[in-house]
């Protein structure tokens, strides 16, 4: 075998698989501080509480799932009370950076939070992405961390919105003067569910949704600068470079971040409309999307989510529907990043002789993403013993 087929990078294609890496352990605690192992109820039954458990899959893949955190988190709510996650939320703060939630207008905890959860799952990559053009923009002497949103006009500083609490409200604040006036600008597919086109018109949640794709449509510029910043990189350290006969980042990941999502699923609604003329025909555009098999990896949509959340009392079909479309999204987002974290390992000896060092473990998982930002392990129950478990 040539010393060039030893060196070569392949693109690496696997499925979802459970690794149990970080785990909330929820512990049901008495008005004295005790752990509960149980309590009489009304009737005076015996109820047994105990200590349970969530666990996070954090596959070294594409998707995420993370089924059992988005369980436990509706569980705690609907059962205890939501304000037991009240130290949760503000642990979390400015994450995730593309969600935002309208309590007076649209106040319904179990939502706000499973978007909460949804929003972290689709957008865990994004941290990584800003910690690789921190190092990055440094070596080639560019600032890639601010962009200009292409929808709304918005310039986005992604350094200041990670690391400055007081910076979201801002960018919230702006984004909510000029959504009114571009409003119409966002793709059909991201408004239909929300502004009443689908049967359904929640002003708080066309908003909500809107923010998500301004964020989300940065982070996909972000990961195209980041594949130019390695081809420039290349070119300043050229002689390294050509003396350690690696492969360059595949152009998958350009043909991935320029394919026309919005327009992919718009032709998949189109195509479901077309069936719902034949009265025999009664699958639900929620459900139709679920069958849709993803392009490259060989599994359908309904292999990436679970919407059949224990403890949930909402069922809301725009809901469901919407974070398919969502999850479908960040399909199509994360995989790139997925490639280039993968070839800077393939490449590490290459980055660490020119002096790219990364602050944060590579390939970068869920789990890494939960203690970067400082998830809890343990979540303490104040009304374990005043609701019915």
């Not at 785990?23 to 008005?31: H, M, N």
Request: charged share 30%.
């Amino acid at each position: 075998m040539s010393e060039e087929n030893n060196n070569s990078f392949e693109v690496k294609f696997s499925p979802p698989k459970p690794y149990l890496q970080h785990e909330l352990i929820v512990f049901d605690i008495d008005p004295e501080g005790n752990v509960a192992d149980a309590y009489f109820d009304e009737d005076g039954n015996t109820v047994i509480v105990g200590k349970r458990m969530a666990k996070v899959p954090c596959p070294a893949v594409l998707v995420p799932t993370a089924d059992d955190l988005q369980e436990a988190i509706i569980a705690i709510g609907n059962r205890y009370g939501w304000e037991e996650l009240k130290a949760l939320e503000e642990v979390l703060g400015v994450f995730p950076l593309s969600h935002t939630w309208d309590k007076i207008n649209f106040d319904l905890p179990e939502l706000e939070w499973e978007g909460k959860i949804e929003a972290m799952i689709e957008e865990f990559k994004m941290f990584p992405a800003i910690k690789i053009a921190e190092v990055l923009g440094g070596l080639i002497d560019l600032d890639l961390l601010k962009i200009t949103d292409p929808i709304f006009g918005i310039e986005i500083d992604l350094a200041k919105l990670v690391s400055d609490p007081e910076y979201k409200p801002k960018l919230v604040a702006e984004f909510q003067e000029k959504f009114e006036e571009l409003k119409d600008m966002l793709p059909s597919i991201d408004r239909e569910n929300f502004d009443g086109t689908d049967g359904v018109d929640t002003p708080a949640l066309t908003i909500s949704q809107a923010f998500k794709t301004m964020i989300n449509e940065v982070g996909k510029l972000l990961s195209m600068s980041i594949y130019n910043g390695f081809v420039k990189l290349i070119k300043i350290f050229k002689e390294v470079w050509e003396a350690a006969g690696l492969d360059f980042i595949p152009t998958l990941v350009l043909d991935l971040l320029t394919f026309d999502v919005e327009g992919f699923i718009q032709g998949i609604k189109d195509k479901w409309k077309e069936l719902k003329k034949d009265l025999n025909f009664t699958t639900s555009f929620r459900d139709y999307l679920l069958e849709i098999e993803l392009p490259l990896l060989g599994f359908t949509v309904g292999d990436l989510i679970n919407l059949d959340i224990k403890d949930k009392k909402i069922d809301w079909p725009n809901w469901d529907t919407q974070k398919i479309i969502n999850k479908i999204g960040a399909y199509f987002r994360d995989f790139p990043q997925k490639i280039m974290e993968d070839w800077i390992k393939y490449a590490t000896s290459f980055l660490e002789e020119i002096g790219f060092k990364l602050p944060i473990p590579i390939p970068f998982t869920f789990c890494a993403f939960l203690e970067a930002i400082g998830v809890p392990k343990e979540i303490n129950l104040k009304n374990a013993l005043t609701l019915d478990a």
